[in-house]
């Protein structure tokens, strides 16, 4: 919400001065978390406008997530707490205490059995398309409010989870991955994490009730065992608004070959 972006100039359209002039309402408190803003006609009258006009300047602002409507009940500023993922901590973190690496949140497993891999997992796994692996398909809930935060799905060879409780819908004890080394007796050694910022597809925007034009963060990670065989490929999607990733890592003294960025 804030940046070198949040200004609207003046002659921009008159819903986006609106919406501006509400964003900064939150910003500063005036409109604190969980209050409820006037309603459209309200509005409508504050700002010498039509109510679609106040509308569209609310759909902007609930896309951004800042506000949330509430069926006959009103519109809402929502609460801008943000989940936190330390990508390069994650596993060292998991290793050192009992539980699972997002105990803080509710797990539900919505899936888990045998199903052929789709193109772009198997290109991952290295292997054919449709060849069989385990897939877990999970949701995160917030313990605080109950809504949702995050879906994702792990999927994993059949050697490796095949006839064991990874087979079943139940939410294992522990970080998955350390379900699998004590299963294997193999060590993850190597992660890759390949982020995506794009629109939902319409069953995460059911899934995650998303309002229209919310963006979503998309997070495809393959585990590598230390022989270098992946063990496992997951992917995790959250609401872009509520996600922060925090990548903090030592600065190389020198480039290491064949991993030039475009930005």
């Known amino acids: 919400m804030t940046g070198m972006y ?7 359209p008159k819903y986006q001065r609106i919406a501006e002039t509400l964003r900064a309402s939150v910003r500063s408190g005036h409109y604190p978390p969980g209050s409820r803003i006037p309603t459209e006609a309200a509005l409508a009258e504050e700002f010498d406008v039509s109510v679609p006009t106040v509308r569209q300047a609310i759909a902007v602002l609930r896309a951004e997530g800042v506000l949330i409507s509430r069926h006959g009940v009103g519109t809402f500023v929502r609460d801008l707490h943000r989940l ?3 990508s390069r901590d994650r596993y060292g973190i998991a290793r050192s205490r009992p539980g699972l690496l997002s105990d803080n949140l509710r797990h539900e497993i919505t899936f888990a059995g045998r199903v052929g891999a789709p193109a ?3 290109e991952l796994m290295g292997v054919m398309a449709g060849t069989e692996v385990i897939l877990r398909r999970r949701a995160l809930f917030s313990r605080r409010t109950g809504e949702i935060e995050e879906i994702g799905a792990s999927w994993l060879p059949v050697e490796i989870a095949g006839g064991t409780y990874l087979e079943e819908p139940t939410v294992v004890p522990k970080a998955l991955f350390r379900c699998v080394e004590e299963l ?3 060590t993850y050694g190597h992660a890759t994490d390949r982020w995506v910022a794009r ?3 319409p069953g995460e925007i059911l899934a995650l009730k998303l309002p229209t034009g919310a963006a979503v963060l998309h997070v495809v990670h393959t585990a590598r065992d230390e022989r270098g065989a992946v063990v496992e490929v997951s992917e995790s999607i959250w609401p872009a608004d509520r996600i922060e990733i925090i990548d903090d890592y030592p600065i190389a003294s020198e480039a290491r070959p064949g991993v030039a960025s475009d930005v």
Request: charged residues 30%; positive net charge; hydrophobic residues 25%.
């Open 184 to 186: 294997t007796g193999r």
């Open 6 to 12: 949040s200004k609207v100039p003046i002659n921009g």
């Open 84 to 86: 936190r993922r330390r």
């Open 199 to 201: 629109l939902p597809t």
């Open 120 to 122: 772009d997992i198997a």
